[in-house]
T-cell receptor, first 114, second 111 residues
Framework: KAGVTQTPRYLIKTRGQQVTLSCSPISGHRSVSWYQQTPGQGLQFLFEYFSETQRNKGNFPGRFSGRQFSNSRSEMNVSTLELGDSALYLC?????????????FGPGTRLTVL | GQQLNQSPQSMFIQEGEDVSMNCTSSSIFNTWLWYKQEPGEGPVLLIALYKAGELTSNGRLTAQFGITRKDSFLNISASIPSDVGIYFCAGPGGSQGNLIFGKGTKLSVKP
């Protein structure tokens, strides 16, 4: 069974630009969660999608958004990039997003904002 | 909000030594998870604990769900170089698909 894939693996952008990251979950998984990982703040929850609907959102500004498609693939978008957005962005998929479901993580997209 | 305090922040040990790390919270958790992250990869689930007092093993790894439900411990016996990585504790963040993570324990193993 293929794991969670994320593209691209690395991105370099400049301040003010926008970026779109993609996540393909494990086949059969309908819940996709996104996390931001930085050295200072650690892993922080961004949002979760299930059946094309955002069910939950973490404490991030509106510049961070996402969507999910009918095949459960998900994208996240960051607009008007700031230097502090430099981070590893991880997505994780699970069957339903329930707390008893295991979340499987992708390798992440390393975003550098210059 | 909920926070997980993980200690120690880092450990430098000799191959063959046993390792112990822990995670505490000011609030009760119904689930404790232990993940390992290696460079260039996402976290991988090592052990999941669902019941207070539960002791679960996965090879050389053993984790315990504290009786108070506010802490958990991970032990690694007879460490080997491939144990190197960052170990995170995590728990449900109160909504679907939302996990809260500790800041991690970075483990270095000297051959």
């Amino acid at each position: 069974k293929a794991g969670v894939t994320q593209t691209p693996r690395y991105l370099i952008k400049t301040r003010g630009q926008q970026v779109t990251l993609s996540c393909s979950p494990i086949s059969g998984h309908r819940s996709v969660s996104w996390y931001q990982q930085t050295p200072g703040q650690g892993l922080q929850f961004l949002f979760e999608y299930f059946s094309e609907t955002q069910r939950n959102k973490g404490n991030f500004p509106g510049r961070f958004s996402g969507r999910q498609f009918s095949n459960s693939r998900s994208e996240m978008n960051v607009s008007t990039l700031e230097l502090g957005d430099s981070a590893l962005y991880l997505c994780a998929s699970s069957f339903s997003g329930a707390w008893t479901d295991t979340q499987y993580f992708g390798p992440g997209t390393r975003l550098t904002v210059l | 909000g909920q926070q997980l305090n993980q200690s120690p922040q880092s450990m430098f040990i000799q191959e063959g030594e046993d390792v112990s790390m822990n995670c505490t919270s000011s609030s009760i958790f119904n689930t404790w998870l232990w993940y390992k992250q290696e460079p260039g990869e996402g976290p991988v689930l090592l052990i999941a604990l669902y019941k207070a007092g539960e002791l679960t093993s996965n090879g050389r790894l053993t984790a315990q769900f504290g009786i108070t439900r506010k802490d958990s411990f991970l032990n690694i016996s007879a460490s080997i170089p491939s144990d190197v990585g960052i170990y995170f504790c995590a728990g449900p963040g109160g909504s679907q698909g939302n996990l809260i993570f500790g800041k991690g324990t970075k483990l270095s193993v000297k051959p």
